[in-house]
């Protein structure tokens, strides 16, 4: 059986619609843990009420990233998962945390890279008058959101856009990509990473 890791942070509705294709069987693994390092994350509640074993490290309890990483490295591999899926996990990963795992984790990001590498994708892409935005599904190595990207999601950007309502059209196209990908993942789908394709959420 193949097998998934999710880490969280947070809320976990990417997590959710992983879970759910799992469930219905579109996507045929199992989810063998999620991890989160944070206790009072919304997606470890997900996580047990699909019967998914939650584990919780929390980053404060560690004198330094390396340390933290190591453990979490540790728990990882007890599972020997065939791929590990970052869902929201707020916390920057060591780079031999990333090398021991390459081309088994994976991370959305919110916007269409290589645009908009870091933080406030929304709001820079509406400063910049962009018409169109979305998200990234792509392989993580040690430079922050510079991986080979697999799939990625396009929204429109509209004339009266607040951050929020751009967020929300964006959270929506993750929610039909990150599946997507894990699906073409467990099935070894040739993936086509020099012109990943693009989904879209509504023409542009
Ligand atoms: C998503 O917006 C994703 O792009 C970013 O973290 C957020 C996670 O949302 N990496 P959720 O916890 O899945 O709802």
């Known amino acids: 059986m193949y097998k998934i890791i999710v880490l969280i942070s947070g809320n976990g509705s990417n997590l959710q619609k992983i879970i759910d294709q799992v469930e219905s069987g579109n996507i045929k ?3 063998s843990a999620v991890i989160s ?3 009072d994350a919304y997606g470890l509640q997900r996580a047990e009420k699909a019967n998914i074993p939650t584990i919780t490290l929390d980053h404060t309890q560690f004198t330094d990233r390396e340390a933290f990483d190591q453990s979490l490295a540790q728990i990882i591999d007890s599972f020997s998962p ?4 970052l869902a929201g996990f707020m916390r920057i990963l060591s780079d031999p945390f990333v090398e021991q795992f390459q ?7 919110p916007s269409l890279l290589p645009k908009y590498k870091g933080l406030h994708t929304h709001k820079r892409a509406l400063e910049d008058k962009q018409k169109e935005h979305g998200a ?3 392989f993580v190595i040690p430079e922050l959101d510079a991986g080979n990207v697999i799939l990625q999601g396009v929204v429109p950007v509209k004339e009266d856009d607040t951050e929020e309502s ?25 993936l086509s990473l ?3 394709p693009k ?3 509504e023409p542009i």
């Open 166 to 190: 751009l967020a929300n059209r964006v959270h929506q196209i993750e929610h039909i990509i990150y599946p997507k990908a894990v699906k073409w993942l467990v099935e070894g789908k040739k």
């Open 136 to 138: 990234s599904v792509h």
């Open 103 to 109: 081309n088994k984790l994976i991370n959305i990001h």
């Open 29 to 31: 693994a199992e989810i």
């Open 199 to 201: 989904i879209y959420l």
């Open 82 to 85: 065939n791929l590990i899926v």
């Open 37 to 39: 390092n944070r206790a």
């Open 194 to 196: 020099d012109e990943p």
